[in-house]
């Protein structure tokens, strides 16, 4: 019985055609890889610059939100909108006369808040504290509602801002100093000590809380022979005058009679 043969059995095209198969799969499985690759590349650049954008977003808001010009959290919300800085160089400065005396500098036209009792000074002091006691109603106290005295007749919401205090204990210290005009003869009361003391201390903490880093450069003196220190730094500082308008806008429900008084 004769066996079955095939007429022709083209190896070497089987193997090429096998090899060109696998060759077309490689590529192809390479070309997928790449395309997977620079689509997660691209993926990546994208996820990353976003979180670039959103970590300089977030930074920026915190420096705007914390900051003299747009206020921090603990300061009184409605007020925020009137904050601005300015440059100023502070006066009243000591100097020494040829033969070492120390005198403190006056510039001309400026408003005196210290010196011996004189009325101008204390007329300089009452118009100061005029905005020391606001009160607050409608959507503006929103924020401070139940945290402060609620005037009569649902009038509004007392308070004071911190800078206001600050002055009033500045005040009672100056009159401190001349205790005799401003309190009459005799030694003063336990309780006039203790509200100095309170002011004194205060102040004490207002200062180290504000942490002025204003640089105060020395210069030497020939009269005294030693280091003095040049007063009139520039400072950065909240704009006061636009603080007091906003306040003694706010001051009108205490009445015509109201002068700024505080107990404390």
């Not at 959103?54 to 904050?83: A, I, M």
């Not at 004490?204 to 007063?231: I, K, M, S």
Request: aromatic share 12%; net charge negative.
């Amino acid at each position: 019985m004769s066996s079955y043969h095939p007429l022709y059995e083209d190896k070497t095209a089987t193997v090429g055609e096998e090899e060109l198969f696998t060759d077309e799969s490689y590529q192809k499985r390479h070309r997928n890889i790449s395309r997977f690759r620079w689509w997660l590349l691209v993926a990546t650049n994208i996820v990353f610059a976003l979180l670039c954008v959103l970590l300089y977003v977030d930074n920026f808001e915190l420096r705007r939100g914390s900051s003299y010009s747009n206020g921090f959290d603990t300061d009184l919300e409605p007020v925020k909108r009137v904050l601005a800085t300015k440059k100023l160089a502070f006066t009243g400065g000591l100097e020494t006369l040829d033969n070492g005396t120390i005198y403190r500098v006056q510039e001309p036209g400026q408003v005196q808040y210290v010196g011996r009792p004189a009325k101008q000074i204390d007329e300089a002091w009452e118009r100061l504290l005029r905005g020391l006691e606001i009160v607050l109603d409608g959507p503006e106290a929103e924020t401070v509602k139940g945290k402060t005295f609620e005037e009569p007749d649902n009038k509004g919401w007392r308070l004071s801002m911190d800078m206001y205090h600050s002055l009033h204990c500045v005040n009672v210290v100056r009159r401190a100093i001349d205790f005799d005009h401003y309190q009459g003869d005799g030694l003063p009361s336990d309780t006039y000590r203790i509200h100095v003391d309170h002011c004194v201390d205060y102040l004490r903490q207002v200062v180290q809380c504000q942490g002025d880093v204003t640089p105060l450069a020395y210069h030497w003196n020939a009269e005294l022979q030693t280091g003095f220190p040049a007063f009139g730094a520039t400072h950065t500082c909240r704009n006061f005058e636009m603080i007091d308008e906003w306040a003694l806008a706010r001051t009108m429900y205490l009445g015509p009679e109201y002068r700024g008084g505080h107990q404390h």
